[in-house]
């Protein structure tokens, strides 16, 4: 990491070892020091590991075999609200489905992953899409 900047207080990641700026660890006021032990980054690793039970290599792995691009929606990771695409589950069983973006991973949660109201709501489109193009002609 580069030199730090004068009077900016620093903390060792217990993760990945590297000194960082404060603000780059996710705060806490229950913890000691007011913030969690991991960075940010790794903060996200260990929740992520937690959640879905694979390790890092697994994670990086998983990553890289399902390409940068949304499932659902196609938007590049580096486009999307957050800048990096988001590990999609069945709450039912807990498997791993595939990488979405933001947006498209919390609209299969407002729809609680149900395909029968996904169809329905399909069709809903379908039908205004159709009134739309009518009124057009």
């Known amino acids: 990491m580069g030199k730090p900047v004068r009077g900016q207080r620093q903390r060792r990641c217990a993760r990945c070892l590297e000194d960082k700026p404060l603000a780059e660890f996710v705060r806490d006021a229950g913890r ?3 913030a969690w032990s991991y960075c940010r980054t790794c903060h996200r690793d260990y929740q992520r590991q937690r959640r ?3 390790t890092d290599t ?5 990553y890289a ?4 691009d949304c ?5 590049p990771e580096k486009e999307t ?3 990096r695409l988001v590990i999609d589950h069945d709450h039912a ?3 791993i489905r595939g990488l979405l973006c933001d947006l498209c991973n919390k609209a299969l949660g407002m729809i609680r992953d149900d395909v029968v109201i996904l169809k329905s709501a399909l069709a809903y489109l379908e039908q205004h899409e159709e009134i ?3 009124d057009a002609v």
């Not at 697994?58 to 998983?62: H, L, S, V």
């Not at 075999?65 to 940068?68: A, E, M, N």
């Not at 499932?71 to 938007?75: E, P, Q, Y």
């Open 58 to 62: 697994e994670i990086r792995d998983f």
């Open 52 to 54: 879905h039970h694979l």
């Open 81 to 83: 609200a957050h800048g």
């Open 93 to 95: 069983t807990g498997l």
């Open 132 to 134: 739309r193009t009518n």
């Open 65 to 68: 075999s399902h390409g940068h």
């Open 71 to 75: 499932r659902i929606c196609g938007t």
């Open 32 to 34: 000691p020091g007011g």
